[in-house]
């Protein structure tokens, strides 16, 4: 069982890695990045090419920023591909990519939101639900739950537990990360000028298809 503690351990800080960039904070990313050695194991990624080639761009990015404030360089390309205040080149809204005027609080975010509130989580009526840093906090959050089941004897009913909450996890990629992503990594490689941002696109989608595939597998038991 400790092979199962593992893997959902490593998937909730992945998430939250993710997260914590797409939502801007850039410092306390690149400190658990440093800490886990993250990208060093994703390079290795023969399987998953997205995975891999995104790890290296990220790796190659920063060996060629190594006198500038690198950063700063990430945060400002954050603002103009993420926040604005000029036109968003990769707008972080599952809605803007799935219905046709790209307007927010629709069926769709009402749809992410009702997951949220299914585990007692709250979004602010004001904050758009579908907004990827939460989509991939939501994410860690349920890996952080299934930590919490006894995973040291997995009798009937605990294992039950694990399979619906793994069932969640698969339906959220399936219907809503996954249904998006690949349209706005397209969008990133289109508009981003510093290695890191196409190289975290990248590796963002190499993630969440492997970790489907993961939760698939796993799923069987």
């Not at 004001?126 to 907004?131: G, H, I, Q, T, W």
């Not at 840093?133 to 952080?144: G, N, V």
């Not at 690949?182 to 190289?199: H, I, R, T, Y």
Request: charge should be negative.
């Amino acid at each position: 069982m400790d092979n199962i503690k593992q893997w959902f351990a490593e998937r909730k800080a992945i998430y939250y890695i993710l997260s914590l960039f797409y939502a801007g904070k850039v410092n306390e990313g690149l400190e658990l990045l440093k800490k886990s050695n993250l990208l060093h194991n994703f390079k290795s990624y023969d399987h998953n090419k997205k995975l891999s080639q995104g790890a290296c761009e990220i790796i190659n990015g920063f060996n060629k920023n190594e006198e500038v404030d690198y950063k700063k360089v990430i945060l400002e390309e954050h603002q103009k591909l993420f926040v604005g205040p000029n036109e968003l080149l990769a707008p972080l809204w599952e809605s803007v990519y799935k219905t046709k005027d790209k307007l927010l609080f629709g069926d769709i975010e009402l749809e992410v939101r009702s997951y949220y509130n299914s585990l007692g989580l709250d979004v602010k009526p004001s904050e758009a639900a579908d907004y990827l840093p939460l989509q991939l906090a939501f994410m860690s959050r349920l890996c952080s739950i299934s930590q919490e089941y006894n995973l040291e004897r997995l009798n009937v009913d605990e294992l039950e537990k694990i399979r619906g909450n793994l069932s969640i996890q698969k339906e959220f990629l399936n219907k809503h990360l996954l249904s998006w992503i690949p349209l706005w990594a397209e969008d990133v490689n289109k508009n981003a000028e510093e290695q890191f941002w196409k190289g975290f696109a990248e590796l963002t989608e190499g993630w969440l298809e492997n970790d489907l595939i993961e939760i698939e597998r796993l799923y069987k038991l």
